[in-house]
């Protein structure tokens, strides 16, 4: 993350929720769907619901980037407390499901992949394999409310998806594992067609430039950056880099009209949309930054979890609530190092509004565990306290 959006996220998470965001206890905004409404009224949304034990299955599929296949049957793997079960393999569509809370016998050991040939018809149905002293077969529906799955395959690295309460009770279907080949680039670094005709001599301004940013010589980074896009004008990867350093000196207005030549120049970088994105956040226009998010996640679903936060956030405020829980699950699953501990606080917002006030306190706590000193904790510790004000006074079952 920029320091752009590093320093002004903060302010843009209070900016977010305060007017417009609904104050915690408050529901769901005016003017959100009557099935989002009658759900919050109902406190089913997120809420715990009543899980059986009967058997359950989950399908998917594990895909590359471009929607295509992996180029062999990966391995999924389901991850509870930091345990992770072999499950089995996809077919060679990159197809699979697997069944849980089953009595039925092992049929493979998925981490013998050198001897298990796996099926290259249609989807296929795995049963549980074990893994050490463990069978998936024992993992209770229940207890994989806070496990994820992901994909396993030599050579690539995937991100997770979680495992929620509305997958096991409504919809079976989690949807796709994206993988990429690993090393790959991102940021402005990625290798696109437009990146590849750049020529020499500005691209070597571009990396001093870069250099001097990293050290606080901004000026001369700036001067570099302009010397390189005179060279070459349509390096967009330079357009972002003088946008960035421009926020501070010039102020949006400059740095909007760079991001922009940046995103004109090559539709295919991810970095320029973030950034008009964090613009367009900053200044409040919801649908705009709904719009660039998405179009940003269409083109990398999985390096950008805080693209995701701003998705939530945008369609928060557009009382689109159903998508912004959507949005703020899939940030947890990216950002599993914590790399954007605003994401948590968000998520407790959000279920506060599903009034989940459980839920949402353990959000807000981890927001403060993450980020203890942050400028808006005591707004935090508020929330926190009146989510567990609302959870003492919930009527015992």
């Not at 609904?22 to 009557?34: I, M, T, V």
Request: aromatic share 6%.
């Amino acid at each position: 993350m920029t320091c752009f959006e590093r320093t002004r996220l903060l302010l843009l998470i209070l900016a977010a929720l305060s007017p417009l965001g609904p104050a915690l206890g408050q529901g769901p905004p005016a003017g959100s769907s009557a099935s989002s409404q009658a759900a919050a009224t109902a406190n089913t949304a997120l809420a715990p619901v009543a899980v059986t034990q009967a058997p359950v299955l989950l399908t998917g599929r594990v895909l590359l980037e471009n929607g295509s296949p992996p180029p062999r049957p990966p391995m999924i793997e389901l991850v509870c407390n930091s345990i992770a079960h072999s499950e089995g393999f996809t077919d060679a569509d990159g197809n699979f499901g697997i069944q849980f809370g089953s009595t039925a016998a092992v049929s493979q050991d998925a981490n013998q992949e050198n001897r298990i040939s796996p099926s290259g018809g249609a989807p296929i149905q795995i049963v549980p394999s074990v893994v050490g002293d463990q069978a998936s077969a024992a993992i209770s529906p229940k207890e994989m409310l806070d496990c994820e799955l992901r994909a396993v395959l030599a050579g690539y690295h995937s991100r997770s998806v979680p495992v929620k309460t509305l997958h096991l009770m409504e919809n079976p279907d989690i949807g796709v594992i994206v993988i990429r080949p690993d090393g790959a680039n991102d940021g402005s670094l990625v290798v696109t067609a437009q990146s590849l005709a750049v020529p020499k001599e500005a691209r070597r301004l571009f990396e001093r430039a870069q250099a001097e940013t990293s050290t606080g010589k901004t000026v001369e980074a700036k001067q570099h950056l302009e010397k390189a896009l005179a060279i070459y004008p349509e390096f967009a990867a330079a357009w972002c880099a003088l946008g960035k350093l421009q926020v501070a000196r010039s102020g949006l207005d400059s740095a909007r009209a760079s991001f922009e030549r940046a995103l004109h120049a090559d539709p295919n970088l991810v970095d320029p949309y973030l950034q008009l994105a964090t613009v367009a956040l900053y200044d409040r226009k919801w649908q705009e930054v709904a719009d660039l998010s998405a179009k940003a996640l269409d083109l990398d679903p999985i390096d950008y979890p805080q693209l995701f936060l701003y998705a939530a956030m945008a369609n928060y405020n557009l009382h689109k609530t159903e998508i912004a829980e959507r949005n703020i699950e899939r940030a947890q699953a990216l950002d599993s190092l914590h790399t954007f501990p605003e994401i948590e606080y968000m998520a407790g917002v959000i279920l506060a509004g599903r009034k989940d006030y459980a839920a949402a306190a353990a959000h807000l706590r981890a927001y403060l565990r993450l980020a203890p000193d942050a400028d808006d904790a005591a707004s935090a510790r508020m929330r926190l306290a009146e989510a567990e004000k609302m959870t003492a006074q919930a009527p015992t079952k």
